[in-house]
Nanobody, 129 residues
Framework: QVQLVESGGDVVQAGGSLRLSCAVS????????MGWFRQAPGKEREGVAV????????YYADSVKGRFTISKDNAENTLYLQMNSLKPEDTAMYYC??????????????????????WGQGTQVTVSS
């Protein structure tokens, strides 16, 4: 059974930093798509950072480029999101997601929620001004 468990969310002042973690179990593939999404109240879920593990290609939404860094520790089977220079508009629930290498959902885009098969429960990030 695949489980994704996020942690690290907190209340932080604008300009501060946070590191989110996603502990992964039941999901061990040498090359796969994994990512971080966020959803603010009244808004749609949006992709912020994605990694194709194995070759560690990374992709970022324009809104976080240069501030956020996604990485994967294969030994710990943990996905991370380092967030620097946080802004009030980064306030949201942050979710970890993973895609099956084959046999899963149809591909609908790197940052499309529909592309990903597994989701965590989320961790809240609040950035105060």
């Amino acid at each position: 059974q695949v489980q994704l468990v996020e942690s690290g969310g907190d209340v932080v002042q604008a300009g501060g930093s946070l590191r989110l973690s996603c502990a992964v179990s039941g999901y061990t593939y040498s090359s796969s798509w994994m990512g971080w999404f966020r959803q603010a109240p009244g808004k749609e879920r949006e992709g912020v950072a994605v990694i194709y593990t194995g070759v560690d290609n990374t992709y970022y939404a324009d809104s976080v480029k240069g501030r956020f860094t996604i990485s994967k520790d294969n030994a710990e089977n943990t996905l991370y999101l380092q967030m620097n220079s946080l802004k009030p508009e980064d306030t949201a629930m942050y979710y970890c997601a993973a895609r099956l290498p084959s046999g899963g959902r149809p591909w609908s885009g790197t940052f499309s929620s529909s592309t990903y098969d597994y989701w965590g429960q989320g961790t809240q990030v609040t950035v105060s001004s």
